[in-house]
């Protein structure tokens, strides 16, 4: 069973940073695919960042690039999110996301979710 536990959530004004983390649990991880998704209030899901656990290659949804990074940290199989300059429009419940690499892709298919964690972003 796998599991995934978000943390790092919180309020923050326009500008700031926060780092969410993700631990993951109950599974070898090396062929797993981890990504970040948000949902805004009335709003779909959508994709926002993506590693490869082995190789450590990355996606990143254009609002986003050149602010948020992706990482993990293999030994401990937690992954990271660092978020920076944030703006009012990234307030969501931030989701942690697994799927195996057998089904190619960053940006859906996700299998297994976290609980999310809010990030609110004023102005």
């Known amino acids: 069973q796998v599991q995934l536990v978000e943390s790092g959530g919180g309020l923050v004004q326009a500008g700031g940073s926060l780092r969410l983390s993700c631990a993951a649990s109950g599974r070898t991880f090396s062929l797993y695919t981890m990504g970040w998704l948000r949902q805004a209030p009335e709003k779909e899901r959508e994709f926002v960042a993506a590693i490869r656990w082995s190789g450590g290659s990355t996606d990143y949804t254009d609002s986003v690039k050149g602010r948020f990074t992706i990482s993990r940290d293999n030994a401990k199989n937690m992954v990271y999110l660092q978020m920076n300059s944030l703006k009012p429009e990234d307030t969501a419940v931030y989701y942690c996301?697994?799927?195996?690499?057998?089904?190619?892709?960053?940006?859906?298919?996700?299998?297994?979710w976290g609980q999310g964690t809010q990030v609110t972003v004023s102005s």
């Open positions: 996301g697994a799927k195996r690499v057998y089904y190619g892709g960053y940006r859906d298919g996700y299998e297994y």
